[in-house]
């Protein structure tokens, strides 16, 4: 067994640090292990629907509180953050994938090609009837398959942020594949009488924050929308404004639909931390982590060469909760993850608890955003 599968538990005692600070007019969270008594089926939990928005590359520092991105500002502000949030780990790809399988199993790259046979959150809302679905700006058509789109040189699709294409028994069934549409589809399914419980939401790569792809023949493409690795500059501005104004457009379209109620939830959370070239990193900024985050050998190839081993998390992301019955107003900085997210999930549906999210020592529920 791998060093990475096992996961060796010397995850930074950060992951299970408390913290107990009073903001001004701020309520904040007093302990992780707080958290994890108010969760789980029949804990109080009751969630009638969960909307997931999935954003790119960027950390808590660079979009909360931004001049450009001043929406996401507003309902941090207004709802709930979730300050000690961070990815599982680098890069997008297996972030994506343990966000609904309860692991990375074992990959730390974006390879298009990777298929996992694992037991995922499709199968677990399939065996228990619960409706799902999964909305890709500019993914070409119904069920599509296709890795880039328009094409593999500056895409605004890719599948590494779809990660219900990267599962083999979601791939190989058309009815599952039927529930991966164009977020055109969104508005129409949410005011449908058969509206999704389970929603999730992937911007395309000019409104992720992600911006233009790299490739050996263009470099850092300039059209439509310039990559960056520059925090703060002009291009790196943009693509905050651009997912701004996508976020807003998303939440206005879920929260005005038949499908909101009460007691339904929007997470809107980032991949990762933001990439600003740190050679040792593998380029990007942070591998502070948490929560079952994988511990990599010492030059790991899916880093580099430079990489001295230990802990490799995603960093500190945005992460901000939206339920109507939750608390308002306020802030906590207990420690989670994507693993955590998906828990929270699987605990208030009563379904199974997959890969890391079984582990109650490490990974807590998020109930103390939700209403009860």
Same mark, same amino acid.
């Given at each position: 067994?791998?060093?990475? @599968?096992?996961?060796?538990?010397?995850?930074?005692?950060?992951?299970?640090?408390?913290?107990?600070?009073?903001?001004?007019?701020?309520?904040?969270?007093?302990?992780?292990?707080?958290?994890?008594?108010?969760?789980?089926?029949?804990?109080?939990?009751?969630?009638?629907?969960?909307?997931?928005?999935?954003?790119?590359?960027?950390?808590?520092?660079?979009?909360?509180?931004? $001049?450009?991105?001043?929406?996401?500002?507003?309902?941090?502000?207004?709802?709930?953050?979730?300050? *000690?949030?961070?990815?599982?780990?680098?890069?997008?790809?297996?972030?994506?994938?343990?966000? &609904?399988?309860?692991?990375?199993?074992?990959?730390?790259?974006?390879?298009?090609?990777?298929?996992?046979?694992?037991?995922?959150?499709?199968?677990?809302?399939?065996?228990?009837?619960?409706?799902?679905?999964?909305?890709?700006?500019?993914?070409?058509?119904? /069920?599509?398959?296709? !890795?880039?789109? =328009? +094409?593999?040189?500056? $895409?605004?699709?890719? +599948?590494?942020?779809?990660?219900?294409?990267?599962?083999?028994? &979601? %791939?190989?069934?058309?009815?599952?594949?039927?529930?991966?549409? =164009?977020?055109?589809?969104?508005?129409?399914?949410?005011?449908?009488?058969?509206?999704?419980?389970?929603?999730? #939401?992937? =911007?395309?790569?000019?409104?992720?924050?992600?911006? /233009? &792809?790299? @490739?050996?023949?263009?470099?850092?493409?300039?059209?439509?929308? =310039?990559?960056?690795?520059?925090?703060?500059?002009?291009?790196?501005?943009?693509?905050?404004?651009?997912?701004?104004?996508?976020?807003?457009?998303?939440?206005?379209?879920?929260?005005?639909?038949?499908?909101?109620?009460?007691?339904?939830?929007?997470?809107?959370?980032?991949?990762?931390?933001?990439?600003? *070239?740190?050679? !040792?990193? /593998?380029?990007?900024?942070?591998?502070? /982590?948490?929560?079952?985050?994988?511990?990599?050998?010492?030059?790991?190839?899916? #880093?580099?060469?430079?990489?001295?081993?230990?802990?490799?998390?995603? *960093?500190?992301? $945005?992460?901000?909760?939206?339920?109507?019955?939750?608390?308002?107003?306020?802030?906590? +900085?207990? +420690?989670?993850?994507?693993?955590?997210?998906?828990?929270?999930?699987?605990?208030?549906?009563?379904?199974?608890?997959? *890969?890391?999210?079984?582990?109650? &020592?490490?990974?807590?529920?998020?109930?103390?955003? %939700?209403?009860?």
């Amino acid at each position: 067994m791998s060093l990475r @599968t096992r996961r060796t538990k010397w995850i930074a005692v950060a992951s299970a640090a408390v913290f107990s600070v009073a903001l001004s007019g701020v309520l904040v969270a007093t302990t992780a292990a707080d958290q994890d008594g108010g969760g789980g089926n029949g804990h109080g939990v009751n969630l009638d629907r969960v909307y997931v928005i999935m954003l790119e590359n960027h950390g808590l520092n660079s979009v909360i509180g931004d $001049p450009s991105a001043p929406y996401m500002t507003s309902l941090a502000h207004t709802y709930a953050e979730a300050t *000690g949030y961070y990815g599982v780990t680098h890069p997008s790809e297996p972030n994506y994938v343990a966000m &609904i399988s309860g692991s990375n199993w074992d990959t730390n790259n974006d390879n298009p090609a990777n298929i996992f046979n694992h037991t995922n959150l499709v199968d677990e809302l399939s065996a228990n009837h619960i409706s799902w679905g999964a909305y890709m700006e500019a993914l070409p058509g119904v /069920g599509s398959t296709t !890795q880039f789109w =328009p +094409s593999s040189g500056n $895409p605004l699709y890719a +599948s590494k942020h779809n990660p219900f294409v990267l599962f083999g028994d &979601i %791939l190989s069934s058309p009815s599952r594949l039927a529930n991966v549409k =164009p977020y055109t589809s969104l508005a129409t399914d949410l005011n449908s009488h058969n509206a999704p419980r389970f929603v999730f #939401i992937t =911007p395309d790569q000019c409104n992720d924050m992600h911006g /233009g &792809i790299y @490739t050996a023949v263009a470099g850092y493409a300039d059209t439509p929308c =310039p990559y960056n690795k520059t925090a703060g500059d002009p291009l790196d501005e943009q693509l905050k404004a651009n997912a701004d104004a996508f976020v807003k457009t998303a939440v206005n379209t879920i929260t005005s639909s038949r499908s909101w109620t009460r007691h339904s939830a929007i997470f809107i959370v980032a991949d990762e931390g933001d990439y600003t *070239g740190v050679t !040792q990193n /593998g380029g990007w900024d942070s591998p502070a /982590g948490c929560c079952d985050s994988p511990v990599l050998p010492a030059g790991d190839p899916d #880093i580099n060469a430079a990489w001295p081993g230990g802990l490799y998390g995603g *960093g500190l992301v $945005p992460a901000i909760v939206i339920d109507p019955s939750g608390p308002h107003h306020y802030v906590s +900085s207990a +420690s989670y993850n994507h693993y955590s997210l998906l828990r929270t999930i699987e605990d208030a549906w009563g379904l199974p608890e997959l *890969g890391f999210t079984s582990d109650h &020592i490490q990974v807590q529920t998020m109930n103390e955003f %939700l209403g009860h």
